[in-house]
């Protein structure tokens, strides 16, 4: 029986990761390399980091740590910088009707991000007193498709993964939510995350009646 629904916040709660691709895109244009959306798909669900090396890979040049620390901080400002203009109607459509209505059926909701950021968005748009748990960036040592913030989520819900459910807008987070024994419901194209147990366009399209039969 399922009692438990872990939302990610960026690309299912609110349009953030169009905030992280631009500014990635600004950081590889300044470093003269190409980045596409097709790429920025891989950073999904994916560390800062991490990110980082994978938008470096699809150069020719090698940077030392301290370099790279540098480029990640400059990456982060642009990021901020969207996300503090933020506003509670910046929450994509149904989403907050959604999680009240989980709320009133009795099911415990929990956060899972991989962002450092996460705190700050949650705070932006007001919807921070909806989540019984919250796990950001700050809190794991290793992002998606790693279980660990799901996994984590699940214990401070004190819930087992059989009972929880994921909302994922990213390939890795799909992968995360399988590998940590967790059901999914991925928000997208069913091309990209045809691993889900379902899939919808908008996290405002699904029905709260659907969770059983997933
Ligand atoms: C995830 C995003 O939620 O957080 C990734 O999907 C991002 O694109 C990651 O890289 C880390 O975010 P931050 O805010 O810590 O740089
Ligand atoms: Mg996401």
């Given at each position: 029986?399922?009692t438990?629904?872990?939302?990610?916040?960026?690309?299912?709660?609110?349009?953030?990761a169009?905030?992280?691709?631009?500014?990635?895109?600004?950081?590889?244009?300044?470093?003269?390399?190409?980045?596409?959306?097709?790429?920025?798909?891989?950073?999904?669900?994916?560390?800062?980091?991490?990110?980082?090396?994978?938008?470096?890979?699809?150069?020719?040049?090698?940077?030392d740590?301290?370099?790279?620390?540098?480029?990640?901080?400059?990456?982060?400002?642009?990021?901020?910088?969207?996300?503090?203009?933020?506003?509670?109607?910046?929450i994509?459509?149904?989403?907050?009707?959604?999680?009240?209505?989980?709320?009133?059926?009795?099911?415990?909701?929990?956060?899972?991000?991989s962002?450092?950021?996460?705190?700050?968005?949650?705070?932006?748009?007001?919807?921070?007193?909806?989540?019984?748990?919250?796990?950001?960036?700050?809190?794991?040592?290793?992002?998606?498709?790693?279980?660990?913030?799901?996994?984590?989520?699940?214990?401070?819900?004190?819930?087992?993964?059989?009972?929880?459910?994921?909302?994922?807008?990213?390939?890795?987070?799909?992968?995360?939510?399988?590998?940590?024994?967790?059901?999914?419901?991925?928000?997208?194209?069913?091309?990209?995350l045809?691993?889900?147990?379902?899939?919808?366009?908008?996290?405002?399209?699904?029905?709260?009646?659907?969770?059983?039969?997933?």
């Amino acid at each position: 029986m399922i009692t438990t629904c872990i939302f990610d916040l960026d690309g299912v709660i609110v349009d953030t990761a169009k905030f992280h691709y631009l500014a990635w895109q600004r950081l590889a244009k300044e470093l003269g390399i190409t980045f596409t959306e097709t790429d920025n798909e891989r950073l999904k669900g994916v560390s800062r980091m991490e990110s980082l090396d994978i938008l470096l890979s699809l150069g020719t040049r090698t940077y030392d740590a301290r370099a790279k620390e540098e480029m990640a901080a400059r990456k982060n400002a642009w990021f901020v910088d969207y996300i503090n203009a933020m506003k509670p109607e910046d929450i994509f459509p149904g989403v907050r009707e959604l999680l009240v209505e989980l709320r009133k059926k009795g099911y415990r909701l929990g956060l899972a991000s991989s962002s450092k950021n996460a705190g700050t968005v949650l705070d932006r748009v007001g919807i921070a007193s909806l989540f019984d748990a919250v796990v950001d960036g700050n809190m794991i040592k290793n992002s998606k498709p790693d279980p660990e913030v799901f996994l984590l989520a699940a214990s401070k819900l004190k819930a087992k993964p059989s009972e929880c459910v994921v909302f994922e807008d990213a390939e890795a987070g799909v992968e995360a939510a399988i590998r940590a024994g967790m059901k999914s419901v991925g928000i997208g194209s069913p091309k990209q995350l045809g691993k889900a147990n379902q899939v919808v366009a908008r996290t405002g399209d699904f029905k709260a009646e659907w969770l059983d039969k997933l």
